[in-house]
């Protein structure tokens, strides 16, 4: 707020002194830093998905949801458009056939944004 009054983008706050609030700092003061997390060794190693909606507005095709593979050693990304949730085992074994012929090797684990290994 102090910044956006100093830049004159809040007028009429330019002349009030804002402080800083206690529990800001106190919780500032208390997040840990992020460790650092090791990267899978080689391709298809070890990919991250993750299943997005419902939306409000539906997308292309009437897609409602959005399938998310994120490779771990290259953060290469793939997106799938949905309908329904129930189109997620099909877009996921077109994403193995898609992945395992263009780079010729094989998907190896698969972790779900609830942490649970659904392939491996």
């Known amino acids: 707020m102090s910044r956006l009054a100093k830049e004159g983008i809040l007028d009429h706050l330019n ?19 992020f460790s650092k997390a090791s990267r899978a ?11 997005y909606g419902p939306m409000n507005v539906k997308a292309r095709h009437g897609a409602f949801y959005f399938l998310t593979f994120i490779d771990n050693y290259s953060r290469y990304g793939y997106v799938y458009l949905l309908s329904h949730r129930y189109e997620t085992l099909d877009a ?29």
């Open 15 to 33: 002349k009030v002194k804002l402080s800083i609030c206690e529990s800001c700092l106190a919780s500032n003061a208390t997040a840990k830093p």
């Open 92 to 120: 996921f074994k077109r994403f193995v056939v898609e992945v395992e012929t263009q780079l010729e090797l094989r998907v190896k684990t698969v972790q779900t944004d609830r942490g649970r290994d659904c392939l491996s």
């Open 41 to 51: 060794s080689s391709p298809l190693k070890f990919i991250h998905s993750d299943i």
